[in-house]
Every structure is written in C-alpha cells, then in structure tokens.
C-alpha cells in the first residue's frame, strides 16, 4: 500500500453521524452523544462536513446553526469551517478521531470538480492538524444522470419510488433494484466513467495537501477500487454492503476475498446494515456483521444506527424508519460491539492471519483464525448448527462476557486457551 502501512493501521470502531455537523444535533445531543459512544468502547465518527445525503443543498435539515456548508452558487461558508473544527475538536478531546467526507457522490455535478477541490482544500487547511482521517465523498457513484433530483432543497422522501421501499417485501426491493440498476448500468456507462474520473482528479488534489488516511465511499456493488481511476491514492479498500438481507454473506466474503487476494491491502465496510433501519436488524444482526466482518479480514469497522445518522425524530426521512435519537442513543447494542471489539484489539486475533472459513451453500457455520503455533478464535454465528465445539474460552457476543457453558442457540466465540 501507498499511504498507511498495514501494521500501523488503526483498527478503528466508528460510529455513523452524517447529520452531526447540522442544527438537527444540538450542541447538548453531540456532546452527550460523543461522551457515550467514548465510554462504550468506540474510538471514531464518520461526519459529513459539507451537505449531508438525502437532501438538497437549500433543505433546511442540511444547514448547522450557522448556515449551510456552501450554496448553489460555489460560495464557501467559513463560519461553518470554524464551527465544523469545533465540534471535531470537541470529538478529539473525549477520545474519538474522525473520518470527515467532505461530500456526496452527486454534489461534484452540482459544484464542479475546480469547486470541489477548492472546498477540500478549505477542509483540509481547517482541520488536518486535528485527528482527522478523510473520505472523499459518501456514495461516489450515486444518482448518476439524476444528479438534480434532490435540487434545490428536496429530501429523497420526496421522492415517490423511494417512499415505497419500506412497504415493499425485501425479495421485491431487491430485485427491483438488481433490475434498475441493469437498466442504469447500460444507459449511464459513458456517465459514469464522466464522474469516476471527476472524483480521481479531486483525490489527485487532495492526496497531496495531506499525509492523513484518505478513502472513498462507494454504493453497494462495486469497491473503492472501482470508483477512481487512481486507486493506489486511497488507504483502503472500502465498500457498502448496504441495508439488504440479502448482503448477509457480503459481510464476510468481501474482506476475507480483498485479504486473501492482497495481503498487504486494508478493508473497510464503510456502510454495513444499519441498526433499525426499515425496522430491521437489531442487535443480533449487528453483533454478527460486527464478528463476521472483523473475522474475515477486515481491519476496522463502521457501526450505525437509524436514529444516529440521520438525527432523527421519527419523521425526518422517516421511509428508512421510524427510530429517533433519544430511541436509538438508548440501545445495548453498540455497548456490547464495544465489548466485542474490545476484546478483538486486546487479543490481536488480527495477528492470527490464516483464516478459514466453513460456509456451505453461502451460509456462515463457522470463521477460524489461527496463527502457526497454537493459539486460535472461532466465530459460530449460530451454535446449535455446530455438532462438535473446540475446547476453549467461551465469549457470548449477546451478553458481552466470558460464559463457562455454550448457549445452545446464536452466536458464540470461542479462544484457545492460555
């Protein structure tokens, strides 16, 4: 790799807030928000610094107390820059670093790429002496030919096709979607080289203005390495496995595949399920995206919950779900992903680096990690599939603690013994 070298990598747990730079978060929510999420194990927050997803630039919802990061017209506003350096040193103090995306896919359309590379340079020039890591913008390859849908302050609930998704049983949604985006793959190819390399001269710029880690988030289905023309730019290969039932195995079939295929590369999933989102996967969804990823290679990872990302009051963007803020700050969840990846670090089951994975007709029965002497982890997503367990300490994901007997059903880790 180029930019990070893989034993200094930062095994990272980060925590989803694309509207945390916006009023939808008061100064008190962030400050209890970041305060928890420290105390619960977490080390990192994805945060837009700029104009959030699922909104035009003139939405309300898009704007801090200070106004919008920018406007239509390509007019920077520094007051938010100044106020966007508070918050992420405010974030640093408590112990958290920050992964900032200075964008969405869609918004180089709207300001240009000459635009957009003055605007990084603003945001580097803010906060790269803060402890900051930069994705170059969420989802690059979103709205490809639709870029002026959400112009000029719409919401994606807006949207008709998208306000149905929820009430759409998931097999529908999902081949409706394999469908379109057949469909927008044919019309939109010459499109969507146009904006790959859009987003490559943008990295080229950003790449030199600092020596912090630099990733791209991507939509489901294709790689970071797919989505700029300069891919050796970037610190890791990223994907979004997405909020789909379906993506199950992606969750650990995409790291252990990039791993396996490149030793030296670093894996993110920028954008796994989030929890509560279309009122699907809780925390037994989470635990085992959080162990199946980490399991098959990859090197940090992203928590988010509906509620968090969107600050939510149960009707902003309310078709993904119903889950606000004060419900989804409430949630166990991300207090027992704490334990887990805590428990991963101190280990360093990362140093174990052979790993075998048993998952006959797609479905997880079991990912082994060992090194060339005797130590070994094991994930069993569903323990009563499991004829004959290793002997070991036993960890049980659910309850976050070291158990002396098996569950006889979910998910159970099991450690050689000292």
Known sequence: MSRVEKENYPNFLCDTWWYGLTQRLSDRKFEELARLRAKQGFSAVQLVVGIPPEVGPENPNAASKIGPAWNLQGEFNEQYLDYARQRITFLNSVGLSVLVYGAWGQQIEWLGVEKMQDWWKKIVEKVDD???MYCLTG???????????????????????VRLIPFLHPRLVYLAKRIVTAIAD????????????????????????TNKPIFIHVLSGITS?????????????TVQTGHDPNSRRLLW??????????SNSNFINLEPWYEGITNRFGVEDQLYAYWASMMGGADAYCYGAHGIWNAGDGKFLSHWGKQTLDQAMRLETPKLIGISHKLFTESRFKDLKNIEIEAPMEELIRITRTDNRSQFVNFFPEVSLVKNLPE????????????????????VVIISPK
């Not at 390495?225 to 290969?237: F, G, I, M, R, Y």
């Not at 079939?253 to 396996?260: D, E, G």
């Open 186 to 209: 044919l019309l939109n190819q010459s499109k969507k080289t146009e904006r790959r390399g859009k987003w490559s001269q943008v990295l080229s710029g950003v790449s030199v203005l």
């Open 225 to 237: 390495q797919e989505a700029v023309n300069n891919p050796k730019l970037l610190s890791a290969t």
């Open 253 to 262: 079939q995409l790291p252990f595949k990039t791993t396996t295929e490149n």
């Open 139 to 161: 989802e690059s390859d979103i709205w490809v030919g639709e870029e002026d849908k959400l112009l000029p302050g719409k919401t994606t609930e807006e949207l008709n096709t």
């Open 130 to 132: 803060l402890d900051v």
């Open 392 to 411: 070991g300490n036993i960890f049980s994901p659910l309850k976050g603690e070291f158990i002396k007997i098996p569950p006889k059903t979910g998910p």
